[in-house]
């Protein structure tokens, strides 16, 4: 079962995978939106890092203080939005030493939530919702059909890949590429990208 | 890219820190959370007036800050919006108990971020209210987009509820009068080139030698249409006309006038392009009460201009006029 450690592991490995895409998710940025996610994500992740409490923090306490520094270190839309998830996954599994499979299940559809209700995206409006929504969906259902985390996990990652994907052929509805009409046919949404991140971080890291 | 900065991770906080330098009369800089505010701030039973939003627009919204406009500006990374607790620690530090206005331009981020703050500010019963600009006539306002982005007409929704403030009028009053003219102005802005973003490095976009961005946004977003480069009367014709059209302005209607650079066109040709707008206008029968014309909202280093057209009343006209003393904007005082 992810424990405390698992937790930190995944936000570590959150912090790393957004490091090393930092540049790409900028230029993927820079075609549809205004040329800053990826360097506001490594900003905000690289807070994250060093604000995170020390060890032996229950996954509530570790995953709300991911939520604070996101809000107050990143801006854009991307800080409130992720940090709002996080703020929420911490409260889904609040006061939690192990996570059962239902925690895990709980923890990132409250984030998910979170970022809908914030963003009032909908799937197919070119967001971090496209790549979100499948994942959590695949992760509930695996979970509820008794698979492994670990499987449930993978499935999520795979999930929010294709849904990243599919933003591509997609006009926005949201955010600044919506000012582009047609013309953002042809473009990966950047937020969906760093969300295929997220759910690769905990494929690799909570079990 | 070559820049005149020492440090990407820094520009933000030097530049601030130079307008602090220049006009210490004027406006203080806190580094953490970072806000400017005006040296005399909290000031007697005023309302105070916030803005802020991503750097790179300069003089907006920091340049603006001072009497008769602006209490504080919170800043954030170029083309960034700020985060809830610059919003919230200005807030705190230049309220003087008769409530605080905030200026926000509609982008995603802005919104959300301001919002946050003025969440955490009504915790401690702050009376908090938000005007919303969104006067950029080349996206379309639908339920299809993120709706009209915030551009010149920010600049005029300062200024006049500014003078309102320093008046020390109501803060009910303050909201009614950024609200109308949020609702009087309209803009749309051109590119010749791309802006470059220092972080980034390298032009957000491409653009050939002979073509043009029309439509274009303050961040460098592509607009709604590339087009070959025309005359710069022509080109006025293409920003001119949506704007007054979508004001509905008709013969004997009056305006304020701006015609702003975006940051790399020389002032040379930002008269040009005002005196087509002026003709257009005179043509209509529309006076022209006052003009702008210059740097007042830019994007960086991108070359190009914007028109923004504000419908006045006696109202509005007697508050332009009132005195104002900010880095980017001074008369009467």
């Known amino acids: ?207 | 890219m070559k820049k005149l900065i020492n440090r990407v991770d820094t520009v933000v906080d030097d530049a601030c820190e130079g307008l602090a330098a220049a006009h210490p009369d004027l406006v203080r800089f806190n580094r953490e959370p970072r806000y400017i505010m005006r040296a005399d701030a909290p000031a007697r039973g005023k309302v105070a007036l916030v803005s802020g939003g991503g750097s790179g627009h300069e003089p907006l919204h920091g340049g603006f800050v001072g009497h008769g406009m602006l209490d504080a500006a919170c800043p954030g990374e170029v083309f960034t919006s700020p985060v809830p607790d610059q919003m919230e620690a200005a807030g705190r530090a230049v309220s003087a108990g008769a409530g605080v206005l905030f200026i926000v331009k509609n982008y995603t981020g802005d919104i959300m971020n301001f919002d946050l703050a003025a969440e955490l500010l009504k915790a401690d019963d702050i009376d908090v209210r938000s005007v919303i600009v969104a006067d950029d006539v080349a996206v379309k306002d639908s339920l299809y987009t993120a709706g009209r982005r915030g551009v010149g007409d920010t600049v005029f929704v300062e200024k006049i509820a500014g003078a309102a403030a320093e008046s020390l009028a109501s803060i009910s009053e303050v909201e009614r009068i950024a609200k109308k003219v949020a609702g009087g102005g309209r803009s749309m802005g051109m590119a010749l080139t791309s802006c470059t973003v220092p972080a980034k490095g390298s032009p957000t976009f491409e653009l050939g030698e002979n073509e043009m961005e029309i439509g274009i946004g303050i961040h460098g977003e592509p607009g709604r249409q590339r087009a070959a480069v025309r005359t710069v009367d022509e080109i006025i014709e293409m920003l001119g006309v949506p704007v007054i059209d979508d004001l509905g302005l008709k013969r004997g209607d009056t305006v304020i006038a701006m015609t702003n650079g975006m940051g790399g066109t020389p002032l040379i040709e930002l008269y040009i392009a005002h005196n087509q707008l002026a003709k257009m206008l005179k043509d209509r029968g529309v006076t022209v009460a006052h003009a702008l014309v210059g740097n007042y909202i830019t994007s960086l280093d991108m070359q190009g201009c914007s028109v923004t057209l504000l419908r006045v009343d006696e109202e509005l006209l007697r508050l332009w006029n009132a005195p104002v003393h900010a880095p980017g904007l001074r008369w009467g005082m």
Do not use: C, W
């Open chain 1, 1 to 207: 079962m992810p424990d405390a450690t698992s937790v930190r592991r995944f936000i570590e490995q959150f912090a790393l995978l957004v490091d090393q895409h930092a540049q790409e998710l900028t230029e993927l940025d820079a075609a549809i939106g205004d040329a800053d996610h990826g360097i506001n994500m490594r900003r905000g992740m690289r807070a994250v890092i060093e604000r995170l409490p020390a060890d032996g923090s229950a996954p509530d306490v570790l995953l709300k203080s991911v939520g604070s520094s996101l809000i107050s270190k990143v801006g854009g839309a991307s800080g409130p939005l992720y940090g709002t998830a996080f703020l929420r996954a911490s409260k889904a599994v609040a006061g939690k030493a192990e996570l059962e499979p239902a925690d895990v299940s709980a923890l990132f559809r409250a984030a998910l939530q979170g970022v809908v209700e914030l963003g009032k995206a909908v799937r197919n409006d070119k967001t971090m919702v496209d790549a979100f929504e499948p994942a959590v969906d695949v992760l509930q259902t695996s979970l509820a059909d008794g698979k492994s985390i670990a499987d449930a996990l993978a499935a999520a990652k795979s999930a929010a890949q294709a849904g990243s994907d599919a933003t591509i052929d997609l006009v926005a509805r949201k955010g600044r590429a919506s000012y582009l009409g047609d013309r953002a046919r042809g473009h990966r949404d950047p937020g969906s990208a760093s969300t295929a991140l997220l759910f690769a971080a905990a494929a690799e890291t909570l079990q």
